[in-house]
């Protein structure tokens, strides 16, 4: 029976050693793995995975070509829903999502679906495998704000419908959180996300960098003088937010976000760069997501104590299951139900240590999770040099500050509709993070696909 045969184990690099590089932890699945795991699935009539994947990828019919050897077809399955399969592998949160929902799982261990999804992305990377054909040209430009995922995925299903698509990217290169925020050693940059947007560009995107939508040019400015005649922001949520206690201004206190770009985008960790980046002796991560897990695993490669100050408990940690197991096996320090009160300083104005309370649980708040409750006179002091915080982040306010009439909710996310992304103006669509707030790689694709969907609704009825 297909079934019993256990989930096959994924290589890792050892955690002493990688804790010293910025390698690729895991290494994959080879062929003979991918293909024995391929086994494992029971090809459902009704895949309870597929239900739960948020761009709805046909996982049966990729994994029955895993099985077969055929793995330029299961590519071919692949890129009908997803430009991004070797990310996706990588990063997604399988584990509350198509593994969560796998009929394996009820019993057992689900069908390893990332590590199969990584194997065959990497696969076509390696042998060139063939990219979907566009359809003809229909003389419609469409503008996208934005490469991370939700841009990227939602300007390949437009150019694979035959619109003439171009990304306005901000920074220097193109990726999004894929190519400034998530580590070499999680995501290869050159190896892999440079490869995946090549795979876009096949598609007739184009993509400029250095653009400033909302300086260099508007969104209003694309629509009335640039002859666009939709644009998709998918701007993403790239400013940080900090807590409020005294001593954050301190030198030694940094976001998450500025210190995981300095690390991967400006490859501050690699010696042929100038890029300065100060961990000092000890690092405290405040946080718990998916960005704190990769900020203090930065911090402890490039040579730091390094610490998680989460004011919950395990159970409650955002972060995927494997990120926490990861930076466990690395060495990194959890002070759980822990939140700062005060960042200390020394004469000259560096950060010399946090101040912080202990918390316990109380009733579930709004978002189901048990509600932290400070101990009354817990204070204690951690000795540290650099403060690294991870608190989350909200969408920059300005696209929506230029573009007149475009809608936003209090915390500054673009107000769009979920199924497709339409925004208070006409002609103007919105998805990802820039909508939702900080969320996931692949609930931003989800987004992007929906959108162009709307997109080509939309310009069908101006025909
Ligand atoms: C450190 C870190 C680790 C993460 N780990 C995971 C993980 O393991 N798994 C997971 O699923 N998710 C993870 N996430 C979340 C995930 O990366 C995001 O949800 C996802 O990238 C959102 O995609 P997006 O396309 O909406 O936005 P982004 O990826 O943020 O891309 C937005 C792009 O728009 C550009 N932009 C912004 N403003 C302008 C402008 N005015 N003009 C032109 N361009 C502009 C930005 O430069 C950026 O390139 C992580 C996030 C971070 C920060
Ligand atoms: S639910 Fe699991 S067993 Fe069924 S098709 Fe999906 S991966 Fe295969």
Known sequence: MANKIPRVPVREQDPKVRVTNFEEVCYGYNVQEAQLEATRCLGCKKPRCVESCPVSLQIPQFIEQVRLGNFA???????KDSSLPSVCGRVCPQETQCEGS????????????????????????????EAVTPAPANGYKVAVIGSGPAGLACASDLAKMGYSVKIFEALHKAGGVLQYGIPE???????????EIENVLKLGVEIETDVIVGRTVT????????????VFIGSGAGLPRFMGIPGENLNGVVSANEF???????????????????????????????????????????????????RRS??????????????????IEFQMLTNPIEVLGDEKGWVRGIRCVRMELGEPDESGRRSPIEVKGSEFDIACDVVIMALGTSPNPLIASTTKGLDTTKRGCIVADEAAGQTSREGIFAGGDAVTGAATVILAMGAGRRAAKAIDAYLQTKA
């Open 314 to 331: 395990e159970a409650e940690l955002p972060a995927r299951a494997e990120e926490v197991h990861h930076a466990k096996e690395e060495g």
């Open 219 to 230: 969104v209003d400015s694309l629509l009335d003088e640039e002859g666009y005649s939709a």
């Open 260 to 310: 995981l770009t300095r690390a991967n985008l400006m490859k501050a960790y690699d010696d042929r760069y100038d890029t300065p980046i100060y961990v000092g002796q000890r690092v405290v991560v405040v946080g718990g997501g998916n960005v704190a897990m990769d900020a203090v695993r930065t911090a402890a490669r490039l040579g730091a104590d390094a610490h998680i100050v989460y």
């Open 102 to 129: 796998c009929i394996l799982g009820i019993k057992g261990e689900p069908v390893s679906i990332g590590k199969l999804e990584r194997f065959v992305g990497d696969w076509s990377i390696e042998n060139g495998g």
């Open 185 to 195: 050693f999680r995501l290869p940059k050159d190896k892999v996300v440079a490869k």
């Open 73 to 79: 077809e299961a590519a071919r399955v692949i890129a």
